[in-house]
């Protein structure tokens, strides 16, 4: 630090007026630079802002601007001067998603990731409390095969999928992608709530036992408090997955249109639409928003879920 | 008589039921049934499915299919267009890790910096990288679609041009689609990384740095001796975690290129789905399918060591 700064902090803000006379020995950097401490600013803390905003730019900018570019009338989003924000508000866009068979995605979708969401929980709670609660061979082999399907990616069985599931009957109906949903999202949740269950201490279990409760009893009078917290993690992951679930339903749906969810809805509009951006924008606003509202609501246990069920033993 | 007879027959059934139950109910395999058959069936069997299919030439259009041995495999590592899928698929994955795991260690540093400080916006900072990542994935193709449409009305080429560049063909030109698709997989997978490392970093003793300050050392040699390596093997999963996510990507470039121009963007899951089903060589696709299946094996492989499950289970 020059002279300047001394001299400064110790004459206050009469002292810096004088010295601002003096570009040569301080630039216009330090000059801020040396003010921060005055007003409690760290210089690190205006790097760590910087960082903020350019991150917020980053990752909130698209999502405005599809928002944005949903709302204008039909031209004015290819029409000079460009525009951040519509000049005139139209929900025609809107209409035309809707009319293009948006309801029937959104049912579809609905009743997709309630079903599936619901299915996934009936299985893995059992199934976690067996890998906390009872001591049986082949234990850790059983949970580290869980531990890998989880690692593994559902993009791979895409195509022996149709034989598979058509050998099965349940190809082209939802409730065999709800099924398959089950069978590729359990393993993480069985792994995240098995994270819950032991943490709730062993003796809870004893004392019902001797109060004469069946585990079956035990399980839902004692433990289900407190693996509550857990259920829910489970619940708004698995219904994020399902509703964003791509690859898998467009393979097992097909060309049944009836039966279709957002994300499939979605895709075969922008194809047939190409350069309408306005409608691709106006279907991906309409697409994300319910995940968006379940999200802002509940992101604190998401972010807690993604560190439990990731990071187990460290 | 012969109802007291059958009263006693019947409850000495109901009797044996409930006992029976009883037992089963004091053994793990009823509690893992559901699970157990849900994974063989849908994760297992098409898995299996998958190698017996690789095995034949099986296709969508034709019925019946032969055995042909490894044939399938063989062509493919003889086909020069496999290896530039694999180029591509290495570009992308290398580029996205790098970029998933750099920006989130910034952010989750900046974040962790924000709320032991008690500055303004790390929660709006936070919220706005997480929501990148809920948006599903074709919509999230969609998304960059509309942002980096080609002519100047595009929101990213208009910026640029205010900056005296563009417009840019980001999804036309083959390195620039290329780019596009890697920026586009960084904007939603970084909250990932984020969240991992921010999880790490609350995990760092605080007497470490008390006892680093102590001995003087200052804000960068804090970060260097003590932050980085405690951070070590979360770093290290992550990697492992954001790999085996980027190799496997397909909804988000099937939505945002298709895979073009020509095959510029075709990463393996895309090149899979191509062969299987637009081209209906199910057999093939399906050898490319257990190529990817043996990449992922060999990586949960790594993270499952890393992760020392011995102590875990």
């Known amino acids: ?314 | 008589m012969a109802t007291a007879d059958q009263d006693g027959l019947v409850r000495r059934g109901f009797g044996r039921v409930r006992g029976l139950s009883r037992r089963l109910i004091d053994h793990p395999l009823p509690w893992l049934l559901p699970t157990l058959v849900a994974l063989g069936v849908f994760q297992l069997y098409p898995m299996i499915e998958a190698v017996t299919m690789s095995l034949t030439d099986e296709s969508l259009i034709r019925q019946g299919s032969e055995f042909v041995g490894l044939d399938q495999y063989t062509r493919l590592l003889s086909d020069p267009e496999f290896y530039e899928m694999l180029r591509i698929t290495a570009i992308y994955a290398f580029s996205s890790v790098i970029l998933h795991v750099l920006l989130g260690l910034v952010l989750a540093l900046a974040i962790d910096y924000g709320v032991r400080r008690g500055l303004h916006g790390h929660l709006t900072t936070r919220v706005s990288v997480l929501l990148a990542w809920i948006v599903p994935g074709i919509i999230i193709g969609l998304v960059w679609k509309v942002m980096l449409v080609e002519t100047e009305f595009g929101a990213v080429n208009h910026f640029l041009g205010l900056l005296g560049i563009g417009p840019i063909p980001f999804r036309s030109d083959p390195q620039l689609a290329l780019v596009s698709t890697i920026i586009a997989g960084t904007w939603r997978g970084t909250a990932f990384s984020m969240i991992m490392i921010y999880g790490g970093l609350q995990r760092v003793p605080q007497r470490l740095y008390e006892a680093a300050r102590v001995d003087g050392a200052g804000r960068w040699a804090r970060f260097r001796h003590v932050t980085l390596p405690q951070l070590k093997p979360v770093l290290f999963v992550t990697t492992v975690l954001v790999t085996i996510y980027a190799l496997n990507t397909f909804d988000l470039i099937f939505a945002l290129t298709g895979g073009g121009p020509g095959r510029a963007t075709q990463v393996l899951s895309l090149f899979m789905y191509e062969e299987a089903f637009e081209k209906y060589a199910l057999g093939r696709g399906a050898a490319i399918a257990v190529v990817m299946l043996c990449i992922n094996l060999l990586l949960t492989g790594v993270y499952l060591y890393m992760f020392d499950i011995g102590d875990e289970i």
């Not at chain 1, 309409?286 to 439990?308: A, D, H, N, T």
Request: aromatic share 12%; charged share 15%.
């Open chain 1, 1 to 314: 630090m020059t002279d300047d700064g001394t001299e400064r902090t110790d004459g206050g803000l009469a002292g810096e007026e004088k010295t601002v006379t003096d570009p040569a020995s301080r630039t216009a950097f330090q000059r801020v630079r040396d003010r921060l401490p005055v007003i409690g600013v760290r210089p690190l803390d205006i790097v760590v802002y910087i960082v903020y905003g350019l991150a917020m730019v980053f990752f909130a900018f698209p999502v405005l601007w599809v928002v944005s570019a949903s709302l204008r009338p039909e031209g004015e989003l290819f029409s000079y001067p460009f525009r951040l924000f519509p000049q005139e508000v139209s929900l025609s866009a809107y209409e035309q998603v809707f009319s293009a068979g948006m309801m029937t995605w959104l049912f579809n979708s609905t009743i997709i990731t309630v079903l599936g969401v619901a299915s996934i929980i009936a299985v893995s709670v059992p199934a976690a409390y067996a890998f906390s609660r009872f001591e049986f061979r082949g234990r850790r082999g059983l949970l580290g095969l869980v531990l890998m399907f989880q690692m593994i990616s559902s993009v791979i069985i895409i195509v022996p999928l149709y034989t598979v599931m058509t050998s099965l009957g349940l190809i082209r109906t939802r409730a065999g992608l709800i099924l398959l949903y089950v069978g590729i999202q359990t393993p993480f949740s069985i792994w995240l709530l098995k994270g819950y269950f032991d943490t709730v201490p062993r003796e809870l279990d004893y004392a019902a036992r001797i109060d004469g409760c069946s585990r079956l009893q035990t399980l839902r009078h004692v433990l289900l408090r407190p693996i509550a917290p857990g259920i829910a993690v489970v619940a708004i992951f698995n219904t994020v997955l399902t509703w964003s679930e791509f690859v898998l339903a467009y393979t097992v749906l097909g060309t049944e249109s009836d039966l279709h969810t957002i994300s499939i809805g979605i895709y075969n509009f922008q194809s047939q639409f190409g350069n309408d951006w306005r409608a691709i924008a106006a279907a991906s606003v309409v697409g994300m928003l319910p995940l968006v509202i379940v999200f802002i609501g509940l992101q604190r246990y998401f972010v807690k879920g993604l560190i439990e069920g990731s990071l187990k033993g460290q």
